[in-house]
C-alpha cells in the first residue's frame, strides 16, 4: 500500500474555519495526488504534485489549496470550508515510471 | 476528452454466479485501463491492470478484464461470486492522470 497514511482520518469542522489535511508517504514516490468521493461521482481529482514545490490543478481544485515541502508530505487546505466540501478525502501516490497509483485510508470531512 | 461509463450504479448477484461489472471508455490515444475494488471505510485497492500486451488481463481474488479496443470496453469478470466480493467497484483510465468511473456496488446474495 505505498506506507500511505492520511490525517486526521475523521474531521469534523465549522463552515468558514480552515482545514488542512495531510497525507504522509513513505516510498518516495514522485507523484502524490489528492482526490475527494461523493456517491454518483466516484472520485475527482483536486489537485497534484510531481515534486517538490511542484504542483497543479486538478477538475475540482476552486476552494482548495495544497503544498508540497517534503517529497513524503502532501497537504491539501481547505482555507474557508464550505458544506459542499463534505467529502471523503483520499490521498494516493506513484512512483516515476509507473501506471498504478496507491491510495491511503482516506479522511473523512464534514462541514457543519 | 477522456471518460470512463460505468453502466449500472448497483448491481446484486448470488453466491457462485457470474459476477460481470462493465466499463466503456473514450480516449483519443491508447489508454492505460484499471479496476479498483474499495471495502466499505477503506481507501482504493487495485485489482488488475491493462497497459499493452494481451488484453486479458488476471487480477486478484479471481477477478479478469479483457480490453477490447473496438468497443471501447474493459468489463470486469468473476466465474463465481463469493460474499467476500461485496464491495465498490471503480473503472479508471490513465491519460498521465486518473479518470474514474462513477462506481459500481456489487452485492452479493447467500
Known amino acids: 500500500d505505498a506506507g500511505i497514511t492520511q490525517s486526521p482520518r475523521h474531521k469534523v469542522t465549522e463552515t468558514g474555519t480552515p482545514v488542512t489535511l495531510r497525507c504522509h508517504q513513505t516510498e518516495n514516490h514522485r507523484y502524490m495526488y489528492w482526490y475527494r468521493q461523493d456517491p454518483g461521482h466516484g472520485l475527482r481529482l483536486i489537485h497534484y504534485s510531481y515534486g517538490v514545490k511542484d504542483t497543479d490543478k486538478g477538475e475540482v481544485s476552486d476552494g482548495y489549496s495544497v503544498s508540497r515541502s517534503k517529497t513524503e508530505d502532501f497537504l491539501l487546505t481547505l482555507e474557508s470550508a464550505t458544506s459542499s466540501q463534505t467529502s471523503v478525502y483520499f490521498c494516493?501516490?506513484?512512483?516515476?515510471?509507473?501506471?498504478?497509483?496507491?491510495f491511503g485510508p482516506g479522511t473523512r470531512l464534514t462541514v457543519t | 476528452a477522456q471518460s470512463v461509463t460505468q453502466l449500472g450504479s448497483h448491481v446484486s448477484v448470488s453466491e457462485g454466479a457470474l459476477v460481470l461489472l462493465r466499463c466503456n471508455y473514450s480516449s483519443s490515444v491508447p489508454p492505460y485501463l484499471f479496476w479498483y475494488v474499495q471495502y466499505p471505510n477503506q481507501g482504493l485497492q487495485l485489482l488488475l491492470k491493462?497497459?499493452?500486451?494481451?488484453?486479458l488481463v488476471k487480477g486478484i481474488n479471481g477477478f479478469e478484464a479483457e480490453f477490447k479496443k473496438s468497443e471501447t470496453s474493459f468489463h470486469l469478470t468473476k466465474p463465481s461470486a463469493h460474499m467476500s466480493d461485496a464491495a465498490e467497484y471503480f473503472c479508471a483510465v490513465s491519460v498521465g492522470k486518473l479518470i474514474f468511473g462513477q462506481g459500481t456496488e456489487l452485492s452479493v446474495k447467500p
Open positions: 494516493a501516490t506513484m512512483g516515476q515510471g509507473d501506471y498504478e497509483q496507491y
Open positions: 491493462y497497459t499493452t500486451g494481451a488484453t
